[in-house]
């Protein structure tokens, strides 16, 4: 938000909560990421900092290359910095290594299968490919990304689904036996036989890291919901696609036009847009209630809330 509106920002406290406090890995990438797509100036941006400073210039765009180190996910990475890269003025071109499927953090086939076709339909033409696979603790994943400034950004009128189109899903392992695939794809299969069934994709590599999970898809008329489920060591296979599946039928229980994942991820976007967003979402996350709050700190944007009997339909006016 700093970079997109010029406004020097000083961010206190960061983490404070959390049983290691201050900026890790990925969070310090991010940071430097968004300051060289601006040619910022920044102030504690190490590891462990609870304090950081961020002083903006102006946004160029261009070609980065950027390694978390470790196995600190991608998709946060991504998330700071495609947020400036839509007012720079040529294609950004971002090169990220590090975790794509891990704890706490969106998957990457959640962002390639469900983030970017929204961000399509509000104008945004981003290229994502999935070299590799990086899971914890080792990583060694890498992401490529293309950002094409758009001409303008579109809002996003989700007050309906409308009808559901299909079900889908990819199940994915790296360095492991190919029935764990397989195994994953059969439960989430079985577990929706009373709704017509779900086309699953096996995927299967070898890489640095190992690691397995399931990204399952809910395609509706008008939106799409998802969920994920990251394998665990004792964990079965068939009970990680269990719980995955779960998951997704407790989003399409709900009346939510946006997953309680999606909503959060969207809002800066909806807050740019040329005229008014609406969505829908079975509850008001933290993260949610915590975007709408900094985005007023940098925008003119107005939130309405209005409560339904079973979630909240949220208006987002530029």
């Known amino acids: 938000m700093s970079a997109l509106t010029g406004k020097d920002v000083r961010v ?7 049983p290691n406090p ?12 968004v300051a060289s797509l601006c040619n910022a100036k920044v102030t504690g941006a190490v590891a462990g900092s609870t304090d950081l400073s961020f002083f903006p210039g102006s946004i160029s765009g261009g ?3 950027l390694d978390v180190g470790t196995a600190g996910s ?7 910095c495609v947020l400036p890269a839509i007012r720079a003025g040529k294609v950004t071109r971002l090169e990220v290594l ?23 339909r509000m104008g945004m033409d981003i290229r994502m490919q999935v070299v590799s696979r990086g899971f914890y603790p080792e990583g060694g994943g890498k992401v490529t990304v293309e950002v094409e400034p758009p001409t303008e950004i579109l809002a996003l009128d989700l007050n309906e689904r409308g009808t559901l189109s299909r079900l889908r899903g990819v199940c994915f392992s790296q360095n492991l036996p190919e029935h764990v695939c397989t195994r994953m794809s059969h439960s989430v299969k079985k577990a929706f036989l009373d709704e017509g069934g779900i086309v ?18 809910a395609e509706y008329e008008r939106t799409v919901l998802g969920v994920d489920a990251l394998g665990e060591r004792g964990v079965p296979a068939e009970k990680v696609a269990e719980n ?34 609406v969505f829908r979402v079975r509850e008001v996350t933290k993260h949610l209630a915590t975007q709408m709050w900094l985005i007023n700190k940098f925008l003119d944007a107005t939130f309405s ?9 949220i208006h987002v006016s530029p």
Not at 200 to 217: E, I, P
């Open 12 to 18: 206190r406290n960061i983490r404070a909560g959390r």
């Open 22 to 33: 201050g900026l890790a890995p990925q969070h310090i990438t991010a940071v430097n990421g």
């Open 63 to 65: 070609k980065l290359r």
């Open 74 to 80: 991608i998709s946060l990475v991504l998330q700071a």
């Open 98 to 120: 590090g975790g794509t499927n891990v704890r706490w953090s969106p998957p990457i086939d959640y962002c390639s299968d469900l983030l970017l076709p929204l961000l399509k």
């Open 200 to 217: 699953m994709r096996n995927d299967t590599s070898f890489g640095k890291s190992t690691g397995a999970g399931v990204c399952l898809f």
């Open 244 to 277: 995955a599946a779960e998951a997704l039928r407790k989003e399409m229980r709900g009346i939510g036009t946006l997953d309680d994942h999606a909503a959060d991820q969207l809002i800066p976007y909806m807050a740019l847009a040329e005229g008014e967003s």
């Open 305 to 313: 809330l209005r409560s339904l009997p079973s979630g909240h339909e």
